[in-house]
């Protein structure tokens, strides 16, 4: 069988790729279908996440949540990642970030954003709370299901 897609638009697509972040993207036309996906190291999202959490509570933080982590999905204040991305604590480099540790948040606040395809997209709060962690870094990929936030 062969397809017929435009090598251009499978070019943008991978290029697409590199510029997001983005894990995979798929193509349909008709009953034909085509993915791409490349690997996301795991070096580049592990090595921020310490030094952008908290200055001296992130190593303690870091490594509890890592054994944690089974736990982490069950819990009823998760927030997870609706879509594969690049998150962003803030609305622009230098600005504070739209939550931190401790503080408390109405059901709907914004809690970050995440850029897929050159849009920015709104992680809202699902409901009020306090935010007791924040499991991404500014700048990281994060994948469909990621948990991003905690609130209790």
């Keep these: 069988m062969s397809l017929t897609f435009d090598p251009k638009t499978l070019a943008e697509l991978a290029a697409l790729l590199n510029e997001t972040g983005l894990s995979e993207i798929e193509l349909a036309e008709g009953d034909r279908?085509?993915?791409?996906?490349?690997?996301?190291?795991?070096v580049a999202v592990a090595a921020p996440a310490p030094v952008a959490v908290a200055a001296a509570p992130a190593p303690t933080a870091v490594p509890a949540a890592a054994p944690v982590a089974a736990d982490l999905s069950k819990h009823?204040?998760?927030?997870?990642?609706?879509?594969v991305g690049v998150a962003y604590l803030s609305a622009e480099p230098g600005a504070p970030a739209y939550v931190s540790v401790g503080q408390t948040v109405e059901a709907g606040a914004t809690l970050l954003l995440i850029e897929a395809m050159k849009t920015f997209n709104q992680i809202k709060?699902?409901?009020?709370?306090?935010?007791k962690q924040v499991l991404v870094t500014s700048g990281a990929p994060v994948e469909f299901d990621e948990p991003l936030v905690i609130i209790e």
């Design 33 to 42: 279908k085509v993915r791409l996906a490349r690997a996301i190291t795991q």
């Design 76 to 83: 009823p204040g998760l927030v997870k990642s609706p879509m």
């Design 125 to 131: 709060a699902p409901r009020a709370g306090v935010v």
